[in-house]
Structures are given as structure tokens and as C-alpha cells.
């Protein structure tokens, strides 16, 4: 086993004698910003946002609404670029990277799962699961049978035939976390899975969540307002006005990468 396939959280004590020992990063964000350009002004809503992910963590994000969440997580995942700053993957820097090298990166890496479930109407939920280890071209009958186990294992071995039109609320999220996981990657970043569903289904997503990493290990990073979820997480991450309000690294290597002076909301 490698340091990098070291599956311990970092120490939150922060000592000297735990940083010597602590596991390198599956994750490392430093210094990330992000601006969008509206009406000729650009207006920067992320303001150096420092983190690290380690294997296996279980993290909650969480935040008023605005705050920035989606976009971090965003830019964690490689949907969207930072404005400035650097995402680390297992030390590899994401930038430099072509797209068409981020996007087989990203499915390899990282399972993704959205508020609206996103998943092909015109496919079947086993389908629907298969889709990220075709497109990576793994041979179909390795894929189905891991898709099939993934269906089983959240509770839907009964329904692989069905279209998502046919499927409920939380039964479709339960595809999309399926599906999340077909490439075996090793974190899992989830915004507000459960935002769309009643309370009582959102809990059964909940225990399928820590279920889920228990069975296959990956670090799972969720945007959620539920407290019931964030109280069961290993760190709670909370962001408020584009910032970090808990420290997302225990190391003390935060400085930002671009250089740039503290922010303003307005930068241009
Ligand atoms: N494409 C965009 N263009 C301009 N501004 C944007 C864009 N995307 C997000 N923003 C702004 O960035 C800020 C952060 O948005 P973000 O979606 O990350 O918030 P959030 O914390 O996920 O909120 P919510 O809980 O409502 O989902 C908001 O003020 C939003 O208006
Ligand atoms: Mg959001």
C-alpha cells in the first residue's frame, strides 16, 4: 500500500507529530477563486478557498444559500475552472490538462450526484448505472455485473428495467448514487442529493450514503442543509460569503498559490 491508498482521515488535533504522519491528500485545493463575469463587471463570488480531501473522508458542506458551495464544488470536481488557484488530484494538477484528459480523469476519479438526478429518460436504470463504464470502455459484462451489484446494494435489484419516468423521487436518487459509483472512483461529490425528496426518503438516502461509503471506501463530499446527514459526517465544512469558516487543511501550507492581495467582492 502506497501513502496515497492510506484510507485514515487526518488527525484534527493538528499536532506536529500527526502532520509528520499524516497521509498525502487524495484532494488539495489551494487558494481557489472563482469569478463570473456579468453586465462587463467580474464579480467574484469564491475568495481562496484552501481544502483537502484525504481517502475515505466523509465531508459535509454547508452554507446559506449563495455562499458558494455548488461553485467549490464545482471546481473540486472539474466541472469549472478556478478564476485562481490550484486542484490537486492525488498531486496532479488538473490544469494544463486538455479536455478531453479532464473528462476521462473525472470519470475515473469522481462519482458525481446532483440535486436533479440527471439521468437518461430513455434509458433503463441499469442502463442509466453502465453509462460512465461504457463511455471509459470497460468490457459490458464486467461493467453490468458491477452495475447490478451497485442496483442491489441500494435497494433497487427489482427495478433494473425501469425508465427513470417510472421510478419515484428517492428511487431515482438511489440510481444516480448508483451510477455515481460504477467507476469504483475514490471520492464521491454530491450537491444537495436529497434537496428534491421528503424528509423521511431524504433519511434513507442519508443511511444509504454512509452504507455506500462503507462498502466501497470512497471519500464522499456532500452539500447538504440536512443536520441529520452533516451530524454523521467526519468534518462539517461551513461556508459562508465565498469562504471557508472552518479550515479545510490541517497542514500549514495555505498560503494562496496566485499571489493575489485579499479580496474584494468587486475585482473589476
Ligand atoms: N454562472 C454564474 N454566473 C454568475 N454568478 C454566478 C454563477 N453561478 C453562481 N453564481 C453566483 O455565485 C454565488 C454562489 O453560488 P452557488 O451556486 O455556489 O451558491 P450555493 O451555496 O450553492 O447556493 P444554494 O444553496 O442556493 O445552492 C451566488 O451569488 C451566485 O449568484
Ligand atoms: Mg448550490
Do not use: C
Not at 462539517?236 to 467582492?265: F, I, K, S, W, Y
Amino acid at each position: 500500500m502506497t501513502a496515497l491508498e492510506t484510507t485514515h482521515a487526518p488527525n484534527p488535533t493538528g499536532t506536529a507529530a500527526a502532520k509528520a504522519a499524516a497521509p498525502a491528500p487524495l484532494l488539495a485545493a489551494r487558494g481557489l477563486r472563482k469569478a463570473f463575469e456579468l453586465g462587463g463587471r467580474s464579480i467574484e463570488v469564491l475568495h481562496g478557498v484552501d481544502l483537502d480531501i484525504y481517502s475515505g473522508d466523509r465531508i459535509a458542506i454547508v452554507g446559506r444559500s449563495g455562499s458558494g458551495k455548488s461553485t467549490l464544488l464545482h471546481l473540486l470536481g472539474a466541472l469549472d475552472v478556478p478564476t485562481a488557484g490550484t486542484v490537486r488530484w492525488l498531486g496532479e494538477d488538473l490544469q494544463g490538462k486538455s479536455d478531453e484528459e479532464t473528462a476521462a480523469f473525472r470519470n475515473k476519479m469522481i462519482g458525481f450526484v446532483f440535486q436533479f438526478h440527471h439521468l437518461l429518460p430513455e434509458l433503463t436504470a441499469l442502463d442509466n448505472v453502465l453509462m460512465p463504464a461504457l463511455i471509459a470502455r470497460q468490457p459490458r459484462k464486467v461493467a453490468q455485473e458491477r452495475a447490478a451489484w451497485l442496483l442491489e446494494m441500494v435497494g433497487l435489484a427489482h427495478r433494473l428495467g425501469h425508465h427513470p419516468g417510472e421510478l419515484s423521487g428517492g428511487e431515482q436518487q438511489r440510481v444516480a448514487l448508483a451510477r455515481a459509483l460504477v467507476m469504483a472512483p475514490r471520492a464521491v461529490l454530491a450537491d444537495e442529493p436529497t434537496g428534491n425528496l421528503d424528509a423521511a426518503t431524504a433519511d434513507e438516502i442519508h443511511a444509504l450514503i454512509h452504507r455506500l461509503h462503507q462498502e466501497t471506501g470512497a471519500a464522499f463530499v456532500v452539500v447538504s442543509h440536512s443536520k441529520e446527514l452533516s451530524g454523521r459526517m467526519d468534518r462539517v465544512l461551513e461556508m459562508r460569503d465565498g469562504r471557508l469558516l472552518t479550515p479545510g487543511t490541517t497542514q500549514n501550507d495555505t498560503t494562496p498559490t496566485d499571489g493575489a492581495a485579499p479580496t474584494a467582492e468587486v475585482v473589476a
